[in-house]
């Protein structure tokens, strides 16, 4: 079984520019999560998404990050204009099913293999 | 509010030696899951394990162990006979009866040859 995949690995960008990345959940997976990890914290949540439906995105700096998921698979997230301070990894994630109809393990998360921004 | 503390934020160790990690947790709810995650230097992070609050039951997989303990909030991670490629990050995380997952800082493992 194919995992999460993600694109670009790697991106570098000058502050005020834009940038997109984008995601491919585990074929099958409802929900689909977006996480910022800073060099030595945890992931962050930024949005959560359950099939193309927003659930949660309290921690999306709205004023520069946006993100869908038009279809429920693919996901972008975008960031327009870039700051310094956005220079993270960017961590996709999906699981299963809404946790509340599948309890049993559905909401573990599976995570793909990020993509290093570095905003200059 | 919740909150998933990992004191330890760099672990040495020599290979063959056991290590444990530890995770403490805050959460209001009774009905909540506790994960473990490894992050290796490629940067993904890989799902360990997965419990359920109501599961005080300790688990073992090969060389990996899991303690949970309610009455402390804890949920310690043990490596027996540690090798090098237990070389990682690893998070412990919460789940609660919302949506949000809680992340701790990590704990950065080094295991020396």
């Known amino acids: 079984e194919a995992g999460v995949a993600q694109s670009p690995r790697y991106k570098i960008i000058e502050k005020r520019q834009s940038v997109a990345f984008w995601c491919n959940p585990i074929?099958?997976?409802?929900?689909l999560y977006w996480y910022q990890q800073i060099l030595g914290q945890g992931p962050k949540l930024l949005i959560q998404?359950?099939?193309?439906?927003?659930?949660?995105d309290s921690q999306l700096p709205k004023d520069r990050f946006s993100a869908e998921r038009l279809k429920g698979v693919d996901s972008t997230l975008k960031i327009q204009p870039a700051k310094l301070e956005d220079s993270a990894v960017y961590l996709c994630?999906?699981?299963?099913?809404?946790?509340?109809?599948?309890?049993?393990?559905?909401?573990?998360?599976?995570f793909g293999p990020g993509t290093r921004l570095t905003v200059l | 509010a919740q909150k998933v503390t990992q004191a330890q934020t760099e672990i040495s160790v020599v290979e063959k030696e056991d290590v444990t990690l530890d995770c403490v947790y805050e959460?209001?709810?009774?009905?909540?899951?506790l994960f473990w995650y490894k992050q290796p230097p490629s940067g993904e992070l890989v799902f360990l394990i997965r419990?359920?609050?109501?599961?005080?039951q300790n688990e073992i997989s090969g060389r990996y162990s899991w303690n949970f303990q309610k009455s402390t909030s804890s949920f310690n991670f043990t490596i027996t006979a540690s090798q090098v490629v237990d070389s990682a990050v690893y998070f412990c995380?919460?789940?609660?009866?919302?949506?949000?997952?809680?992340f701790g800082t990590g704990t950065s493992l080094t295991v020396i040859p």
């Open positions: 074929s099958g997976h409802a929900t």
């Open positions: 419990r359920n609050s109501f599961d005080e």
């Open positions: 959460t209001r709810d009774t009905t909540y899951y």
């Open positions: 995380a919460l789940r609660h009866t919302g949506n949000q997952f809680y």
């Open positions: 998404f359950q099939n193309n439906g927003v659930v949660d």
């Open positions: 994630a999906s699981s299963l099913w809404p946790w509340k109809k599948q309890p049993s393990g559905g909401d573990t998360q599976y």
